[in-house]
T-cell receptor
């Protein structure tokens, strides 16, 4: 069974810092990996999707990498802002249908 | 983008009663919706896959007679927690698959916080 772990569970940084969130998964036979943002009272928002054949994806200040063979992904956030405060989830799929989510990293960016 | 809503956003019910949670796709038709459950400090776990006009498919360990799913229209799926107990207290979140899109193109609702007293 696929298990997804995220480290750290919580992170607090001052505004402007660059930061890295980590995600690891036990079964490397994945279809893709997504990073989501979860805000209280709102649904999950997909931030970046990396297909199994890709190594990284970038969107604005966000960069996600994927090392499928080692079962790891990182989400890099550059020049963090208070608006980035949220819980970040990574999720992998094997068939593209069912998501296996990590436990999330709660990020607080201090103004 | 596509929007998925859930109602209610939070609910408190007494042990032994039933509670219904609605999941609606507001600006698209979703033939497939998914129901997840998230316990504190744990990850979202898929409970069941709901297909319009057919019976839901439940994940292993999820009691289908306790968690009744009805996907009667292309924009609405409901989850009814029957004879709720305190251990059913959790955060329930649904997602809807975009039609004719990739299977992983799902939009998530804001979730429903259920507390059973």
């Amino acid at each position: 069974k696929q298990e997804v772990t995220q480290i750290p569970a919580a992170l607090s940084v001052p505004e402007g810092e660059n930061l890295v969130l980590n995600c690891s998964f036990t079964d490397s036979a994945i279809y893709n990996l997504q990073w989501f943002r979860q805000d209280p009272g709102k649904g999950l928002t997909s931030l970046l999707l990396i297909q199994s054949s890709q190594r990284e994806q970038t969107s604005g200040r966000l960069n996600a990498s994927l090392d499928k063979s080692s079962g790891r992904s990182t989400l890099y956030i550059a020049a963090s802002q208070p608006g980035d405060s949220a819980t970040y989830l990574c999720a992998v799929t094997r068939t593209g249908n069912q998501f296996y989510f990590g436990t999330g990293t709660s990020l607080t960016v201090i103004p | 983008g596509a929007v998925v809503s859930q109602h209610p956003s939070w609910v408190i019910c007494k042990s032994g009663t039933s509670v219904k949670i609605e999941c609606r796709s507001l600006d698209f038709q979703a033939t497939t919706m998914f129901w997840y459950r998230q316990f504190p400090k744990q990850s979202l776990m898929l409970m069941a896959t709901s297909n319009e006009g057919s019976k839901a498919t439940y994940e292993q360990g999820v009691e289908k007679d306790k968690f009744l799913i009805n996907h009667a229209s292309l924009t609405l799926s409901t989850l009814t927690v029957t004879s709720a107990h305190p251990e059913d207290s959790s955060f329930y979140i649904c997602s809807a698959r975009v039609p004719r899109g990739q299977p992983y193109e799902q939009y998530f609702g804001p979730g429903t916080r259920l507390t059973v007293t």
